[in-house]
């Protein structure tokens, strides 16, 4: 159903009072007004009404899977059934007890160190099949839940070697078919895996089996990158706190047109510290677009920069010295997204919008504003040609808000027509 803007505004006032939406009442006026949406049309494609959801991916058959970070939710990765509902995936006994996710040693709160069952998952993002390797689900467990004590107070504990992993499901059995774990000095216990990209060709790793790129986003101030041989399991940094990756200091968004604070139980009125959070690959491969969430700045690095280890004494000093600055968006931006046209959708709760970094003008674009798209948090591009965004009210959940709960369900995954025929990005094989 397509609304008058006047009248979405509205109801969106209406159904999300706790969600303090500024709404006047400016029928009469003789005025300009900012209708608060542009773009294509937007369909409500699934709505959330258990969990509050993190990421979410969609596969060429247009099974919807979503993940939730936890907490006290008894699932961390589940599958849409119907248009209301998901259900745990690929099955119920993965997930980790809540009595489990998290233990302390010497009264230093870690989480789980379970390799193999699922403790937090905070990304996703499906590869399509290739000669050599089914279309796959893959995971990002952080391995690092958000815990209450008694007195209701969130912390994260750290991350523990087994906790932290990727695992890929294959979406032909729907079965696990890799682990991947971490040592400590490339997954730190204050490391925070937020997003992923893959290139599978074979040509970029000696394994032939292709990489991961996988941004850590450490809170706790040392984000950088960590790739992933996914022939050998071999891991390694590159960029930790090089100052692209750093979170800006005492950043203030607004939200709903409000200024924002970080209100927290037990802690003094802060900010958001989240580093580089969201990631791209252009659809040749050698570039990897990313941003800190606190930053309005987009940065790029050649990809060769982060394949090259440690074994090259240089590495690490040619990545830092490679790295583009490629100017401001106009807001803060977390989750990214790409399409065939090499376009960077990269998207701003600050707006209500999703905007793209195109590199044939070396601008950042306008694409779908919308006064429903309350943190837009994880996009994904489907081989239908869709833009799947999730919706999850993040600004009004408890942990920022002093305990005080402010979300209203339904969350939702909302989705529009890529513009110029995108696609997916596929064929990196
Ligand atoms: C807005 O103002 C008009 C004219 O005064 C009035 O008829 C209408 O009921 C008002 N709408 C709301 C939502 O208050
Ligand atoms: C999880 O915790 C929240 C906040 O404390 C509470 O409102 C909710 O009922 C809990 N859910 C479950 C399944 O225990
Ligand atoms: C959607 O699926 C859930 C879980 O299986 C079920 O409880 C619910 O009745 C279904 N809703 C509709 C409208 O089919
Ligand atoms: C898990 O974390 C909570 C909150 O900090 C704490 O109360 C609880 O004791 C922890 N559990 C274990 C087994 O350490
Ligand atoms: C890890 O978690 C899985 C899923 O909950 C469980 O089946 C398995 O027994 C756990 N392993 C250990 C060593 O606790
Ligand atoms: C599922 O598919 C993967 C990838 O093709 C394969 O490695 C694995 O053995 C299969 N598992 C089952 C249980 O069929
Ligand atoms: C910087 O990146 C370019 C590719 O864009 C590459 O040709 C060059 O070797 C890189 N420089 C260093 C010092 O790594």
Redo the contacts with the bound molecule.
């Keep these: 159903m397509h609304l008058l803007p006047t009248v979405s505004l509205?109801l969106a006032a209406a159904a999300t009072v706790m969600a303090q939406v500024t709404f006047q009442?400016s029928?009469?006026t003789i005025l300009r007004v900012d209708t608060g949406s542009y773009g294509p049309e937007i369909e409500e494609f699934h709505y959330y009404y258990q969990q509050w959801p993190i990421g979410l991916a969609v596969s060429s058959t247009g099974r919807l899977f979503a993940c939730y970070t936890r907490g006290n939710y008894s699932f961390t990765l589940g599958e849409a059934v119907n248009k209301t509902a998901e259900v745990p995936y690929p099955s119920a006994e993965l997930n980790l007890p809540v009595s489990q996710l998290n233990t302390s040693f010497n009264r230093i709160p870690f989480g789980s160190s379970n390799a193999s069952g699922l403790i937090s998952v905070q990304a996703l993002y499906i590869t399509p099949q290739t000669s050599s390797r089914p279309e796959t689900l893959w995971v990002v467990d952080t391995g690092r839940p958000t815990v209450m004590d008694a007195s209701g107070t969130p912390s994260t504990p750290y991350g523990q070697p087994g906790g932290p992993k990727i695992i890929g499901i294959s979406l032909s059995n729907d079965s696990i078919y890799a682990t991947y774990t971490f040592p400590p000095d490339v997954h730190y216990p204050d490391s925070y895996m937020n997003d992923i990209r893959f290139d599978l060709r074979s040509s970029v790793t000696p394994s032939g089996q292709g990489i991961a790129y996988i941004v850590d986003s450490s809170d706790e101030g040392r984000p950088g990158f960590i790739m992933l041989d996914l022939g050998t399991g071999e891991s390694w940094r590159r960029l930790t706190q090089d100052p692209s990756v750093l979170r800006v200091a005492n950043d203030v968004p607004s939200y709903q047109g409000r200024p924002f604070y970080q209100r927290t139980n037990g802690m003094p009125v802060g900010h958001l510290r989240e580093g580089a959070d969201g990631i791209q690959i252009s659809p040749e491969g050698e570039t990897i677009y990313y941003s800190p969430l606190t930053s309005d700045y987009l940065y790029s690095i050649p990809a060769l920069n982060l394949r090259a280890k440690d074994d090259d004494p240089l590495a690490e000093q040619a990545a830092h010295n490679n790295i583009s600055n490629l100017g401001q968006r106009g807001g803060n931006a977390n989750g990214f997204e790409g399409d065939s046209n090499g376009l960077v959708y990269q998207l701003v709760p600050e707006h209500n919008a999703v905007f793209y970094y195109d590199p044939a003008d070396l601008q950042t674009h306008a694409f779908v504003r919308d006064p429903r798209i309350i943190w837009p948090d994880s996009a994904s591009v489907a081989m239908d040609g869709w833009f799947y965004v999730n919706v999850n009210q993040l600004p009004y959940q408890g942990a920022w808000n002093g305990g005080s709960e402010g979300r209203v369900f339904p969350g939702a995954v909302l989705r529009c027509r890529l513009p110029r025929g995108g696609r997916k990005i596929g064929g990196l094989v």
């Design positions: 509205f009442n029928s009469q």
